[in-house]
């Protein structure tokens, strides 16, 4: 098994441990993405997931043009791009009248990405979102991107946060946007929550990062 594969099937297998779980009252929670409801956020994994069995199904030729960090610099928070797709979203889970369906077809979906997953070669190329990656990278950013989503889902919730493995790979990927590793004593949570904009530094956080704190968020 790589690392790409090992990284998405512990990711996705927590996240999907928690939507598994989700009623029809929690699905009305807020998250921590702003404006979004729990079952917004549902929505938005499934077509995550289902941009995912389409990369896995879409080999590319040449030579990769990002890789699991560089990927991640087209995404950022506050663009017109970004705040479309938040609207977007929205007026589209609104649409689903039970939310027990949405998230089981969010789970079948999902556990479908894991076995496509497995069966890949991680040194193959495919094509997402107008960009070529090997198969391994590609399973790198949906791995933290679940954790990511996981964080905002368990944002207003007592419900179990992303495992070390889950936050470690975050922590990697915004220590490869930023230049350089943040400071160790940065728990990895918090580190994720600023490092996305989902949360402001404080006073302490931006004199740690000197002229690097003008560079948050890394990715959004």
């Excluded at 943040?182 to 402001?200: K, N, S, V």
């Excluded at 956080?205 to 704190?213: K, T, V, Y």
Aim: aromatic share 6%; hydrophobic share 45%; glycine share 8%.
């Amino acid at each position: 098994m790589s690392a790409g594969q090992d990284s998405l099937r512990t990711a996705y297998g927590e996240l999907l441990a928690c939507t598994d779980a989700l009623g029809e009252e929690a699905a009305w929670r807020p998250t921590g993405c702003a404006g979004w409801t729990v079952r917004d956020l549902v929505f938005h994994l499934l077509t995550d997931a289902q941009r995912a069995l389409v990369a896995l199904g879409t080999p590319a030729d040449g030579a990769a043009d990002v890789d699991a960090v560089s990927y991640w610099r087209a995404w950022q928070p506050e663009t017109p791009g970004a705040q479309s797709s938040l609207r977007s979203i929205r007026i589209v889970a609104s649409v689903w009248v039970n939310a027990s369906a949405l998230t089981a077809l969010y789970g079948e979906t999902a556990r479908a990405v894991l076995v496509h997953a497995a069966r890949a070669d991680g040194a193959a190329l495919v094509a997402t979102q107008g960009r070529v990656l090997t198969v391994d990278d590609l399973l790198s950013t949906l791995a933290v991107e679940a954790a990511v989503h996981h964080l905002d889902l368990v944002a207003f919730s007592d419900g179990p946060s992303p495992g070390a493995q889950s936050l470690t790979l975050v922590r990697e990927t915004l220590d490869g946007l930023l230049g350089r590793p943040a400071p160790r004593e940065w728990d990895d949570a918090r580190y994720a929550l600023i490092g996305t904009g989902r949360a402001p530094l404080t006073d302490a956080e931006r004199a740690a990062l000197g002229a690097d704190a003008a560079k948050l968020p890394l990715f959004g």
